[in-house]
Nanobody, 128 residues
Framework: QVQLVESGGGLVQAGGSLRLSCAASLRTFSLYNMGWFRQAPGKERELVAA????????YYADSVKGRFIISRDNTKNTVSLQMNNLKPEDTAVYYC?????????????????????WGQGTQVTVSS
């Protein structure tokens, strides 16, 4: 069974930075797109950023473009999310997840329905 373990969440003031990391116990990690999602209370889970299996293409939600950077290290089976200039509206539980399909062509999917392995989540709280 695949395990995804997120770390790096916490409490930060607006304008601050956090770096989330996700470690995957998946031998074929390098074959799968990875996504970072977030879910705030009372809201649907949304894709924040995604990176294709090779690391050559990325996607960002409009709300985080220019502030967040997703990256992966296929030699260490990790995916990271560098979050800069954080805003109170970034407060949520953040999850990493793996695509359902290995070596998917084209851009990474946006819907959570296309991701089937999830971490337990890490809380990010941004105070104003």
């Amino acid at each position: 069974q695949v395990q995804l373990v997120e770390s790096g969440g916490g409490l930060v003031q607006a304008g601050g930075s956090l770096r989330l990391s996700c470690a995957a116990s998946l031998r074929t990690f390098s074959l799968y797109n990875m996504g970072w999602f977030r879910q705030a209370p009372g809201k649907e889970r949304e894709l924040v950023a995604a990176i294709i299996w090779s690391g050559g293409n990325t996607y960002y939600a409009d709300s985080v473009k220019g502030r967040f950077i997703i990256s992966r290290d296929n030699t260490k089976n990790t995916v990271s999310l560098q979050m800069n200039n954080l805003k109170p509206e970034d407060t949520a539980v953040y999850y990493c997840a793996t695509d359902t399909e290995g070596l998917r062509s084209g851009p990474p999917p946006l819907s959570p329905a296309y991701y089937d392995q999830w971490g337990q989540g890490t809380q990010v709280t941004v105070s104003s």
